[in-house]
């Protein structure tokens, strides 16, 4: 069980020093949802992105902080802790620029078309 306190511990205290930007991912948040009626695709594909950013940022840490230890607790051998690390992180980058796409486009989108009369 001491192994799960000094991972949670290593984990906030990662993101501990992130908080500048966890608060400002949740502000976005906030400001989508808030602007949700005047520009809801926008809205949509911003809150998607920064929940994406914000769950693989805290996804990260925990990683970060609890594999290696628990890989080598288990006898994993290093050629193994590596390759699973190397896969783990591509998979990460990965879905980070899914999230930057998604951003892109509410940025950059098509806006939606005005109806005339309406």
Do not use: C, E
Not at 67 to 96: C, H, K, P, R, T
Request: hydrophobic residues 60%.
């Amino acid at each position: 069980m001491s192994n799960f306190g000094g991972i949670l511990i290593s984990s906030l205290s990662v993101l501990l020093t992130s908080l500048p930007l966890l608060i400002t991912w949740i502000v976005g948040i906030i400001i989508a949802i808030v602007r949700w009626k005047k520009t809801p695709r926008r809205s949509l594909l911003a809150l998607i992105a920064l929940v994406i950013f914000m769950g693989m940022h805290i996804l990260s840490a925990v990683f970060n902080s609890s594999f290696f230890l628990i890989a080598s607790d288990n006898g994993m051998d290093y050629q193994a802790i590596s390759s699973v690390s190397v896969i783990v992180n591509i998979v990460f980058g990965l879905v980070d620029v899914a999230g930057w796409v998604l951003v892109l486009l509410a940025i950059f989108g098509k806006p939606k078309k005005a109806m005339i009369g309406g």
